[in-house]
């Protein structure tokens, strides 16, 4: 079975930094896609940032030039750099993968990990 355990979360000021870290185990042949969501209180899950296996990547509009996502392929880890923190960053940070396994593709969901912005 394939699972994703992320930590990194917290409290931060505004301004602060904190780096997400995500590790994926299990029955992993590769991991095409790994990706950062979050979702803040009342608002719907959203893409942050994406990385293919090739290092391609996908960052939204309001965290370019202040967040960074890296992967570490022999580790099956994902990074998540978050730097100049808003207050309007503070959400649950998923990871999230595409997981090819022995038997099937795997869309697998981490359990979250709390940031928070605040003063």
């Known amino acids: 079975q394939v699972q994703l355990v992320e930590s990194g979360g917290g409290l931060v000021q505004p301004g602060g930094s904190l780096r997400l870290s995500c590790a994926a185990s299990?029955?992993?042949?590769?991991?095409?896609?790994m990706r950062w969501y979050r979702q803040a209180p009342g608002k719907e899950r959203d893409l942050v940032a994406s990385?293919?296996?090739?290092?391609?990547?996908y960052y939204a509009d309001s965290v370019k030039g202040r967040f960074t996502i890296f992967r570490d392929n022999a580790k099956n880890t994902v990074d998540l750099q978050m730097n100049s923190l808003k207050y309007e960053d503070t959400a649950v940070y998923y990871c999230?993968?595409?997981?090819?396994?022995?038997?099937?593709?795997?869309?697998?969901w981490g359990k979250g990990t709390l940031v928070t912005v605040s003063s």
């Open positions: 299990g029955s992993i042949f590769s991991i095409p896609s």
């Open positions: 999230n993968a595409e997981v090819v396994g022995a038997i099937s593709t795997y869309d697998i």
């Open positions: 990385i293919t296996i090739t290092g391609s990547t």
